[in-house]
T-cell receptor, first 115, second 114 residues
């Protein structure tokens, strides 16, 4: 079954440092992939998405992600982290079914930013 | 308007109560979703409505009863819940098949069952 895996449960970075959050997907065809962010007690906000085309995707808040088919990865990056980036980050994939499109999530990565 | 609005934001109920969660969107989306999220876990899909018809039920207990009165509204009726049902309930919407696109999420309704 199609799924995404986030290997890192927690990551701590210093403010101003670069960030990379890992996401691996398992699916034969080109998947529809997303990164969402969730602040404590809040809903989910879309950072970026990949459907097809250019494998380097730009998102909001200075985030980008690169789709690498050879590595089955869709890692999220940011060159310089801000304290306000501390949150939970979810990689997700969209599964197209006859009954409707289902969005399934990885287990999430908790990002802590040290000042 | 790119918002999904959920009410109430917080709800406390006893195990014998009947309550409802409400979700509204005015983006013209034709697919609407209920997700359940426990603390420090990813959201788990409960139901999908596509063009106002229930299209996916992820084996959710019958004490949760979804309803889609029209294309803009989605309700989740709650009855005889258990304390383990306490969670953040997220509503989402998207354009709907055959389109593929991101889901827009509401802020959630935090439910506590006593």
């Amino acid at each position: 079954a199609q799924s995404v895996t986030q290997p890192d449960i927690h990551i701590t970075v210093s403010e101003g440092a670069s960030l990379e959050l890992r996401c691996n997907y398992s699916y034969g065809a080109t998947p529809y992939l997303f990164w969402y962010v969730q602040s404590p007690g809040q809903g989910l906000q879309l950072l970026l998405k990949y459907f097809s085309g250019d494998t380097l995707v730009q998102g909001i808040k200075g985030f980008e992600a690169e789709f690498k088919r050879s590595q089955s990865s869709f890692n999220l990056r940011k060159p310089s982290v801000h304290w306000s980036d501390a949150a939970e980050y979810f990689c997700a994939s969209l599964i197209l079914t006859g009954g409707g499109n289902k969005l399934t999530f990885g287990t999430g990565t908790q990002l802590k930013v040290e000042l | 308007d790119t918002e999904v609005t959920q009410t109430p934001k917080h709800l406390v109920m006893g195990m014998t109560n009947k309550k409802s969660l409400k979700c509204e969107q005015h983006m013209g989306h034709r697919a609407m979703y209920w997700y359940k999220q426990k603390a420090k876990k990813p959201p788990e899909l409960m139901f999908v409505y596509s063009y106002e018809k229930l299209s996916i039920n992820e084996s959710v207990p019958s004490r949760f009863s979804p309803e889609c009165p029209n294309s803009s509204l989605l309700n989740l009726h709650l009855h005889a819940l258990q304390p383990e049902d306490s969670a953040l309930y997220l509503c989402a919407s998207t354009l709907g098949a055959p389109n593929t696109g991101e889901l827009f999420f509401g802020e959630g309704s935090r439910l506590t069952v006593l």
